[in-house]
């Protein structure tokens, strides 16, 4: 099983500044790694997929980088919608994806 | 618009059994994959089960082989879990999840809103 560690746990920002936001992989999932927001009470919605793609709807200040073991997401600019859970998630060993354990990004 | 509505959730004793549902709308149901996600209570997302557009493959994390069988209709776009056995550690949201397309690397592009499951006596 590949395991995806997510770090930091917790981030705290202030509304306008970066968040940066970082997903290890335990082996190579090339560019295979999608990332999700999930707000309280909601389902996770689809962010960035193929490592730096942003899916359909999604704003520009949300960006995606890395390949292999190392991918992080990019915040540009927090907006008072962006605080929320991020997750990661691996889909090179499909079916048998993994998800990161979250990254919660919070007000500070 | 995708839509996917999860039904059959509810609370249930240990090594008792229910059947969830998940009913989908809005794009060609055949000719996706579909899954099972779920999220026990404060904790993150694991991946359970998964089968292919026509149902002829289906996949299981270790932890529910054996005890859970996905299945679909594609003449009424739904998918099903059914869920035997059931243990404590299976409490959780459990969500529907459409597949972004039926080749390999595809990613969840579509979420329902989750069905919960309670395993408690």
């Known amino acids: 099983e590949i395991v995806m560690t997510q770090s930091p746990a917790t981030l705290s920002v202030s509304p306008g500044e970066r968040a940066t936001l970082s997903c290890r992989a335990s082996?190579?999932?090339?560019?295979?790694l999608a990332w999700y927001q999930q707000k309280p009470g909601q389902a996770p919605r689809l962010l960035i997929y193929?490592?730096?793609n942003r899916a359909t709807g999604v704003p520009a200040r949300f960006s995606g980088s890395g390949s292999g073991t190392e991918f992080t997401l990019t915040i540009s600019s927090l907006q008072s919608e962006d605080f929320a859970l991020y997750y990661c998630h691996q889909y090179n060993d499909w079916p048998s994806d993994t998800f990161g354990g979250g990254t919660k990004v919070e007000i500070k | 618009e995708v839509q996917l509505l999860e039904s059959g959730g509810g609370l249930v004793q240990p090594g008792g059994s229910l059947r969830l549902s998940c009913a989908a709308s809005?794009?060609?149901?055949?000719?996706?994959?579909m899954n099972w996600i779920r999220q026990a209570p404060g904790k993150g997302l694991e991946w359970v089960s998964g089968?292919?557009?026509?149902?002829?493959?289906?996949y299981y994390t270790d932890s529910v082989k054996g005890r859970f069988t996905i299945s679909r209709d594609n003449s009424k776009n739904t998918v099903y879990l059914q869920m035997d056995s059931l243990r404590d550690e299976d409490t959780a949201l459990y969500y529907c999840?459409?597949?972004?397309?039926?080749?390999?690397?595809?990613?969840?592009?579509?979420w329902g809103q989750g069905t919960l499951v309670t395993v408690s006596s």
């Open positions: 809005g794009f060609t149901f055949s000719s996706y994959p």
């Open positions: 082996q190579s999932v090339s560019f295979n």
């Open positions: 193929g490592a730096s």
């Open positions: 089968l292919s557009g026509s149902g002829g493959s289906t």
């Open positions: 999840v459409k597949r972004s397309s039926g080749y390999a690397f595809n990613w969840f592009d579509a």
